[in-house]
């Protein structure tokens, strides 16, 4: 069964810094597709960053220049660096993997770490 495990989220200050990590298990072929979305209160689930084949990030235009998505060193390990976090960016912050393997198409979701901005 194929798990992702969110960390890193947490209680940090308006102009700080926070790095999620998500940690998959379970999967037999590496995702074609990983990225972070977020639940904001009161808003839909969005797209914040977006990695397609270790090839170029796709970012949400409120978070460029302010986020970094990578891939971690282990397969199916993705990571997001957040600079100059404001009380906008608190949200609940998913991880999504997708992959196609054996001619079947595959899309997982991480439970979620949350991430409260203080002004």
């Known amino acids: 069964q194929v798990q992702l495990v969110e960390s890193g989220g947490g209680l940090v200050q308006a102009g700080g810094s926070l790095r999620l990590s998500c940690v998959t298990s379970?999967?037999?072929?590496?995702?074609?597709?990983m990225g972070w979305y977020r639940q904001r209160p009161g808003h839909e689930r969005e797209l914040v960053a977006e990695l397609q084949d270790r090839s170029s990030a796709n970012y949400v235009d409120s978070v460029k220049g302010r986020f970094t998505v990578s891939r971690g060193n282990a397969r199916n390990t993705l990571h997001l660096q957040m600079n100059s976090l404001n009380p906008d960016d608190t949200a609940v912050y998913y991880c999504n993997a997708k992959g196609t393997y054996a001619k079947h198409s595959y899309d997982y979701w991480g439970q979620g770490t949350r991430v409260t901005v203080s002004s």
């Open positions: 379970g999967s037999r072929f590496a995702f074609q597709t």
